[in-house]
């Protein structure tokens, strides 16, 4: 009796164990990170350079001048850029853009479609920055993970 | 032809200060048609054209901190190259230009440049008006330009400009401003202008700012039998401005203080004058925004500088409505009263604008 009661709850730990797993597998499929090539000078970027960046004003780093690249590879990608990113609606952001390009002669972010194109930017240009879903990236060599953008 | 080629070729030859970083550009092209009618007329001249299509194209080319920036005005009456200017991206914040650039005490200009899409109203206040089309004060030089920002008071922004370079000349035709394209040998002098405008945050239109700018302006032609004689023009002018920019509400308002001393053969006459406008937007359901502007001034109708200038409306009242209806298409319509200073008359006018890029 006893012993069927510990099997039980070794059973129990052990399911609790595998949701936990299950859990954390589940949240780093939502956890949308800045990413920047493994030999980038760029360590750190705060919201604020961040925003700035994805917006298509000048970042320097070390003298560098930063590629901000928005991935669009994942229909789910917009609306967290949107609003998590350069915190404005669509049209305010074109609108910023446009404004840029025309005043000041700003480019804007290039925009990729798919996963291995922005894979292939980063790995082509160590000035490139630019934001990937956690499970694409989490075990990828020649990338780095910036910071944690957004997560559900 | 020749400056716009060195220009280019200084940014071909300077890869080693973007080393490792590739060439990328970005284009935008800014086309438009309006039409114009003028009712009601008591005035000789009124505008230049009844009807204008036109193509604004911008490009930029970037390379490491270099970038070269050019603005071309495709119309049917006409083609200029509008800007043309070699940058440096000195730090995030602050970049030198040299080359052809509008100049940044336009407080107008300055935000809108030639892009009819990019501007709510289908026309600009007199005082900010391009110098072929009549405009009073000189908007395009060549020379130095540098642009800056910091952060100030914890959140808050600084914008600074500063420019000088070659001044337009002043024909019997109107202003003139030196043709990177074309150029001339006549003889040109100088001017230079400063603007600081302070925003409550780094992303934000709202702000104040005041300019200032003192550009000398050579005669070239005489104007009339009584302008003979007449040898240059010094314009000193400053100017306050304040915008608000909300999510319903946008309201732009400038005010400049314009001093001229036009300079004859032994003789000096001097003139000042104040000119203002504001321009208030309301944004209406179904994507269509109604505005309205009121530009005035004082001391226009008895300054001797002005009078060199035919069109210029020295009183005037717009008032339209703009439909955005698709995404980078407008259509707009706008009425104006205007009070020129040898008349009046009223216009309607059509315009589509977009943006493609």
């Keep these: 009796m006893e012993c069927g009661v510990l099997l039980n709850m070794r059973r129990a730990l052990q399911l609790f164990i595998l949701l936990c797993l299950a859990a954390q597998a589940c949240a780093a499929s939502h956890t949308l990170v800045l ?24 970042v320097l780093v070390d003298g560098s001048l930063l590629h901000p690249v928005r991935n669009r590879s994942d229909a789910e990608l917009d609306p967290i850029f949107l609003q998590q990113i350069v915190a404005m609606s669509q049209s305010a952001y074109d609108r910023q853009i446009l404004n840029g390009v025309n005043r000041q002669g700003w480019l804007r972010p290039v925009e990729v479609s798919t996963t291995s194109r922005v894979l292939d930017t980063l790995y082509a240009d160590p000035n490139t920055v630019t934001f990937m879903w956690l499970h694409e990236v989490a075990h990828n060599p020649k990338v780095r993970v910036i ?3 957004w997560g559900d | 032809m020749r400056a716009s080629g060195l220009l280019l070729l200084v940014f071909l030859l300077c890869p080693p200060l973007g080393r490792a970083d590739p060439l990328r550009y970005e284009f935008l092209l800014l ?50 190259l509008e800007r043309l200017q070699l940058g440096w991206q000195v730090s995030d914040d602050t970049v030198l230009w040299i080359g052809r650039f509008h100049q940044p005490t336009s407080v107008w200009n300055h935000d809108h440049h030639h892009g009819q899409y990019l501007q709510t109203s289908i026309t600009r206040p007199a005082i900010d008006e391009w110098e072929d089309l009549g405009g009073v004060l000189p908007q395009h030089f060549t020379g ?8 100030v008071f914890k959140s808050w922004r600084l914008r600074t400009a500063l420019g000088g370079g070659i ?6 035709e109107g202003m003139e401003p030196f043709d990177l394209l074309r150029p001339d040998s006549h003889r040109h002098q100088m001017g230079y202008q400063a603007r600081a405008s302070l925003h409550p945050s780094e992303f934000s239109e709202t702000g ?129 009263n205007s009070l020129t200073l040898d008349g009046h008359y009223n216009d309607i006018r059509l315009q589509w604008s977009a943006a493609f890029f």
Excluded: C
Aim: net charge negative.
């Design chain 1, 35 to 58: 990413v920047v090539p493994v030999d980038s000078k760029v360590s750190d970027l705060d919201s604020l350079t961040v925003r700035k960046l994805f917006l298509g004003l000048p």
């Design chain 1, 147 to 149: 910071r944690v953008l």
């Design chain 2, 31 to 80: 086309p438009s048609a309006s039409a114009v009618g003028t009712f009601d007329r008591g005035a000789e001249n009124t505008q230049i054209h009844d009807e204008v299509v036109q193509a604004d194209l911008l490009l930029t080319l970037q390379k490491g901190p270099l970038k070269l920036f050019g603005e071309y005005l495709a119309s049917d009456h006409e083609g200029d």
């Design chain 2, 144 to 151: 130095a330009l540098l642009e800056s920002g910091a952060t």
């Design chain 2, 167 to 172: 001044a337009p000349q002043l024909t019997s």
């Design chain 2, 208 to 336: 104040v700012g005041i300019v200032f700018a003192n550009d000398e302006i050579t005669a070239v032609d005489p104007h009339s039998p009584e302008a003979l004689g007449f040898d240059h023009v010094e314009v000193r002018l400053a100017g306050m401005f304040a915008n608000y920019a909300g999510a319903t509400w946008k309201i732009n308002s400038t005010i400049y203080n314009v001093d001229t001393r036009l300079y004859y053969t032994g003789s000096r006459r001097n003139d000042s004058f104040i000119v203002g406008y504001v321009q208030a937007e309301r944004r209406l359901p179904r994507n269509l925004t109604g505005y309205v502007r009121w530009e005035d001034s004082a001391g226009a109708g008895s300054s001797p500088y002005l009078h060199l200038f035919e069109r210029f409306a020295r009183s005037r009242r717009v008032a339209g409505l703009r439909w955005d209806f698709l995404e980078h298409q407008a259509l707009s319509v706008q009425f104006a």
